[in-house]
T-cell receptor
Framework: AQKVTQTQTSISVVEKTTVTMDCVYE???????LFWYKQTASGEIVFLIR??????ENATVGHYSLNFQKPKSSIGLIITATQIEDSAVYFC?????????????FGKGTSLTVIP | ETAVFQTPNYHVTQVGNEVSFNCKQT?????MYWYKQDSKKLLKIMFS???????VNETVPRRFSPQSSDKAHLNLRIKSVEPEDSAVYLC????????????FGPGTRLLVL
């Protein structure tokens, strides 16, 4: 079963607007960590932002923010004032620290295109 | 700034050959990983290696094997490549457990003819 699901395969937005990318996850752990990564056209994967499950406040880093809805097991990524260079594939991931595994569970990714 | 290094960047080979990819991290992490990314961008965990404990994704064919000399290095060997092995192989590292993120290398693109 897929532990992390990204239902949006691709999104196109106009530059300088706001975009939200959806992600839902499945876990039985009471404590877990949620991540968003960006993969650029060059193939480089970079970490963007993290949400700790025990924190109620939504994480924010620069023009990235999260919409964490714990009862819905949802962690949306919000990019405000989008720029052309935000065009990339975005991956949602979850880490369960208590499973004994070192794995991160990744979604299938959402391709974002920012149009001038 | 790159802290997870992979070589080579690109490798072309023929079916049945053996290949080996190198990965080194300079972040002081104790856990390293290998992922396979296919043409649809799907990331599939292959191995994780921590304190000499190897965790293998049971769906990975046995022709794949990780090789580690120390916690900063985790190489990937493919004993006899198949056409379906054509993909990008990404190495990553992290601290064991907890809230720390993974850091990825630039990837090695493999093309099997």
């Amino acid at each position: 079963a897929q532990k992390v699901t990204q239902t949006q395969t691709s999104i196109s937005v106009v530059e300088k607007t706001t975009v939200t990318m959806d992600c839902v996850y499945e876990t039985r752990d009471s404590s877990y960590f949620l991540f968003w990564y960006k993969q650029t056209a060059s193939g480089e994967i970079v970490f963007l932002i993290r949400q700790d499950s025990y924190k109620k406040e939504n994480a924010t880093v620069g023009h990235y923010s999260l919409n964490f809805q714990k009862p819905k097991s949802s962690i949306g990524l919000i990019i405000t004032a989008t720029q052309i260079e935000d065009s990339a594939v975005y991956f949602c991931a979850m880490r369960e620290p208590n499973t004994g595994y070192q794995n991160f569970y990744f979604g299938k990714g959402t391709s974002l295109t920012v149009i001038p | 700034e790159t802290a997870v290094f992979q070589t080579p960047n690109y490798h072309v080979t023929q079916v049945g050959n053996e290949v080996s990819f190198n990965c080194k991290q300079t972040l002081g992490h104790d856990t390293m990983y290998w992922y396979k990314q296919d043409s649809k961008k799907l990331l599939k965990i292959m191995f994780s290696y921590n304190n000499k404990q190897l965790i293998v994704n049971e769906t990975v064919p046995r022709r794949f094997s990780p090789q580690s000399s120390d916690k900063a290095h985790l190489n990937l060997r493919i004993k006899s490549v198949e056409p379906e092995d054509s993909a990008v192989y990404l190495c990553a590292s992290s601290h064991r457990g907890g809230r720390d993120t993974q850091y990825f290398g630039p990837g090695t693109r493999l093309l099997v003819l």
